[in-house]
């Protein structure tokens, strides 16, 4: 193909030598605490950058250094996935909770005194001061005008590679055989559970459901028992008459920047009763009705064939039962899907829960969530069935109106959540570095116990202060929206160098926060940042039989994709996406875990390999822009010395 | 619902008295020309439109005066849609063309005495006065300034109407039983049928085709007889391997403004071969293949129930052949569906079949396209396919690149089609004075003989001069596109006043001439023109199975349409199509051919009365002016008279 041949001049960005130094000094710190904590809780973290800041600390970057999450591969054909046998024995730790972070001891005497297991435990000081590094760079002048201008650079070139490579890229991808848009792997890595059917299937399901079950007792409220029949009744309504109209889950106009409207489109015909019948794991028919429906979506991806979900059910901390609960209806109702892996979403509504004194403090919320998980990883013979779900569970997501704003400011000086004891919400960030902090000792114990491991993947960047994208920067595997790296070209270029993975839903947006003429996808796709597509709720905002699709089609229709454009945001989904290692290799090809085209299976991805090859020489070039300037630095500063 | 109080004041559209009741006569006279030309060709014109003509001229309308189109139902269950028993007998007449207009003739003899049968003949004179006359007054000041500002008003009128009575719209659609967008009907009027599957059911097809057909003799080939191996050998290509991309017809960026890119597309792997073997009606294999496809494209839409089609074959004009091979296909293959009816397109190309000397001059092709129809007409026995083929036929296309331009400018004394023997293409009013000419006699002896009529409904305003969308608005019963209404606020307004049906495809524009946010579409339904959606292409533009939900989810998605507005708009899909009377009132209600919320069934059509009463309340209005001005300056005359 051919190459752009000045790439590697740093001439045409004018910047002065000393603001360029600076500038490059803080990415790459920052680069390296989001390595440090990317490691720490065997999260992924960009093999190329990892190379580049190795080569400048002149060590030697190795394979067997590489940090990586480990995933349970799905049961091959005839393994039965819910199977108990060969659950391990109880190990007889104990757990307990101290600010806010799950401590494992070996036993009653180790508690006793304070001697825990030997696990990496994060301190609330550390995160805050090195959260600081990067809040205080983002702002940064030289720093700024520097990113600003690289940003730039990277767009301008993307779109001379374009102009040069467009036709020989589509050359290739029509030499590959067999293999188009339509049948490479595509992963819909947000999508919430409650919302991942079209407003349509919800309405025929339940028309379907109540002309076989009207009599079903369905609901038991105020001590009262009601049948499918009576809820209907008392709504006025019968089902055969309801329309996607008088439904009303679908977004529209009326939810733009109301995000509370928008969180009432979950009650189908505006009653909290049908939610509670229909969407929810846990009520008086065991969740019946939601896994039904999730089946049936299953069973469209599985006919699909290549396309695949990972729907997020809630866990809400008011209580500890909460995982036994769930773990039961997956197992009770077989909901695993070779299609389908599971993200557990933690709601951030603590204020709530204190209101209504669910809960005397944030720990004890903390505690309801991941003490059972460490209960489960300890003795797994006690907690059959969530040992068994969490083996298809990609990980956490924290989520809720990023828009809402916190009074307080989270730093080292924060009340530990034993001592969160006001009615008020903790701020974003104090939430990430809790979620943060327990998913990482608990990946490490599970590691160690040869179990799976979870990701970090909240909702960030949606709306809301420019933070929310800081904290997830160290904290987070992957993000979902992630709009308002739009207004950072500090944090947007630490995304790019970082490859943090973004799962952007652009309709979404369209209907809540930001019109889809000016969502930043194409731009991110642009310049390199790894994006994808993803759904988000496909009940309030799709309107055909494939969701997934109509968001792809959407894209390509509006952006004018090319065919390497969207099978690239479709791999780019595949590798942020909580599939295995099997999964993957088999999607994506055996050297997927390299990046460049050497990473590449044409055949399988059918991304071609110019635009491999450009995306790796780009990020190379990017950062070795920020190595040199390092290691000038070190060589003057080490020749001063002498 | 909440009305508007002070629509009826003219005075906030700041315009002189003068100005004003020069404007209203200008557009009345127009109005007046399109009546004319609806009438004699039995096209339809709006009833609101005729009631305000005729009170202008101190006339009552009459249902009984108004002129409608005759179109045969579809067959009732158990009946056979191909049956060739009670076929009317030959009358014996005689058919001549002359000017390029097929004449009647009783016998013989009248054709000797020049004595055509009592019909009306249209003549090219009296047509290009009719023609200038709008022209000139699409130029005049007085009236753009008037049509503009009443254009702005309508649009800020129906702003002011969505913030009043958005909700109450909504509420009315919320208490419609078991009707909501997804059931309500929606017609796909403009579909290439060519085009009318998706790229990946072609490439499925094709696949599927090979395995079953490999060593079928399909092809012709300079006398040498291939099978579809052997054209695959020839194309270098195995069908297992192939590719949407390999497939490559789907259009983007290099199509945008390069129509011959895109009728290149039409070619699968760029080979003319297959787009002979699987898209052509009349091969070597009798069209096989291409009915095949087409059946499958209308199981799924009696699958859908909902949606239909009206896909558009072409008649070219080479040889007088090409009907009774067409319609021997349509039988032979027994293509009829209840989903689907049938329009006849023919391309611009004279100028092609001129330079390969396959016609002598335009009557010639006039001749090839028309004749045949004729002749099926007064002697339905020599021609029993056609006969019945014409049941299932809704009418007339006229289609090729707009944008074309033409050295020729059509008037009174422009040639006569027997002398337009120069290699040169007519241009597009020429082209639309005779089609719309012989379809006019035509209908007018079918009519005459109990049979059904066609109507006109060419390709108009996509690209190219402003005089196409003039010649349309005298001799089409509705268009397709209609893009350059943009650039004339007195045609606009012209065909908001006459409601002329506008089929637009924003996905097709957004991929050949106007980029999706530019298109007018949204503007044009706020004003109230007749507007509709329409795929134009799904094998170029779409990327779902379901094409038309597609353009329709886009639409709605990106322009935040509510249910009231994609509802308003399948409705007039409906009301343009050719689709029969007896289905149009299943699927609209029983009076649907009343104006206003009185024609609207809501629990059929699921559009708000609310909605229907201010589109009628508003067209009165607007219709009331042009009226008064015309009957104020009646009375003037006569008082001064006296």
Same mark, same amino acid.
């Given at each position: 193909h ?36 990317s ?23 190795? /394979?067997?250094?590489?940090v ?85 650079f990277?767009?301008? @070139? ?12 589509? @050359? ?6 067999h ?6 792997? %595509?992963?819909d ?14 309405l ?6 109540? %002309? ?8 038991e @409220? ?10 209907f009744?008392?709504?006025? @309504? ?13 977004a529209g ?22 939610r ?19 089946k ?8 699909s ?14 209580s ?11 197992i ?8 389908m892996?599971w ?7 603590y204020?709530?829960? %204190?209101?209504?004194?669910?809960v ?7 505690e ?13 013979? %006690? ?5 068994v ?28 959540? /034993? ?39 909240p ?31 500090v944090?947007q ?15 979404s ?7 889809y ?19 988000d709720d496909p ?11 109509e ?16 099978? /690239?945001?479709?791999?780019?989904s ?24 050497e ?16 995306r ?27």
């Amino acid at each position: 193909h051919l190459r752009l041949m000045y790439v590697s001049c740093l001439f045409p960005i004018q910047i002065t030598v000393e603001d360029y130094e600076q500038a490059a000094k803080s990415l790459f710190k920052a680069l390296l605490i989001r390595e440090k904590y990317s490691k720490l809780a065997y999260q992924r973290f960009c093999r190329t950058t990892a190379q580049f800041l190795r080569s400048s600390q002149n060590m030697r970057w190795s /394979e067997e250094d590489e940090v990586l999450p480990d995933m349970c591969p799905h049961p091959k054909d005839g393994e039965d996935p819910y199977s108990m046998e060969n659950i391990p024995e109880n190990l007889n730790y104990e757990l307990k909770m101290k600010d806010g972070i799950v401590h494992v001891y070996d036993n009653a005497e180790a508690v006793r005194e304070n001697r825990p297991r030997d696990l990496p435990y994060p301190d609330l000081e550390t995160f805050a001061i090195d959260l600081s590094h990067v809040l205080a760079m983002i702002a940064d002048g030289p720093t700024k005008t520097y990113c600003h201008r690289r940003l730039n650079f990277l767009s301008s @070139k993307f779109y001379l590679h374009e102009m040069l490579n467009e036709m020989a890229e589509l @050359k290739e991808l029509k030499s590959v055989p067999h293999r188009d848009f339509y049948n490479v792997r %595509k992963v819909d890595t947000h999508i919430h559970a409650a919302a991942c059917m079209s407003q349509k299937h919800l309405l025929t399901f339940i028309q379907k459901t109540y %002309k076989t079950d009207a009599d079903r007792v369905v609901l038991e @409220k105020a001590g009262q028992k009601m049948t499918l029949q009576q809820v209907f009744h008392n709504l006025n @309504k019968d089902p055969y008459d309801l329309t996607v109209d008088s439904l009303d889950v679908h977004a529209g106009r009326h939810t733009f920047h109301r995000f509370d409207k928008f969180n009432s489109k979950y009650n189908p015909v505006g009653a909290s009763e049908l939610r509670e019948i229909f969407l929810k794991t846990d009520n008086f028919i065991n969740g019946d009705y939601f896994a039904r429906i999730i089946k049936e979506v299953a069973h469209d991806l599985e006919e699909s064939k290549y396309q695949h979900a990972e729907p997020r059910l809630s866990i809400y901390g008011r209580s500890p039962d909460e995982w036994d609960s769930l773990s039961k209806w997956f197992i009770n109702h077989k909901l695993h899907s070779p299609n389908m892996r599971w993200m557990i979403q933690v709601p951030r509504i603590y204020d709530i829960f %204190k209101s209504k004194k669910l809960v005397p403090n944030f720990a004890k919320m903390l505690e309801n969530i991941f003490l059972p998980l460490f209960e489960a990883t300890v003795n797994p013979q %006690k907690h059959k069935e969530l040992h068994v779900f969490l083996k298809y569970v990609s990980g956490f997501d924290s989520v809720d109106d990023e828009s809402k704003h916190s009074d307080h400011m989270f730093s080292f000086r924060s009340p530990k959540p /034993e001592q969160w004891t006001t009615d008020d919400n903790p701020p974003y960030s104090y939430y990430l570095f809790h979620m943060y902090a327990n998913i990482m000792v608990l990946n490490n114990l599970r590691k160690e116990l040869g179990l799976s491991t979870f990701q970090f993947r909240p909702h960030c960047g949606e709306a809301g202060s420019i933070t929310h994208l800081v904290s997830a920067f160290l904290t987070s595997d992957n993000i979902s929206h992630g709009l308002n790296l739009k207004k950072s070209p500090v944090l947007q270029y630490l995304y790019y160098l970082a490859q943090v993975p973004i799962a952007m839903s652009p309709l979404s947006n369209n209907s809540l926060f930001l019109e889809y003429s000016k969502n930043p996808l194409r731009e991110f796709l642009h310049k390199g940042l790894c994006v994808s597509l993803s759904t988000d709720d496909p009940m309030q905002f799709h309107y055909t039989k494939e969701p997934l699709m109509e968001e792809y089609a959407i894209a390509a229709q509006l952006w004018k994709l090319s065919t390497c454009d969207v099978c /690239e945001i479709a791999r780019n989904s595949v590798l942020q996406s909580g599939l295995s290692h099997q999964d993957k290799r088999h999607f994506l090809g055996v050297s997927y875990q390299k990046d460049g085209p050497e990473g590449n299976d044409i055949r399988r991805t059918n991304v071609a390999q110019i635009r491999m090859a450009y995306r790796h020489e780009t990020l190379c070039n990017e950062l070795s822009f920020i190595v040199d300037a390092v290691k000038s630095e070190e060589h003057l500063e080490s020749s001063t010395q002498c």
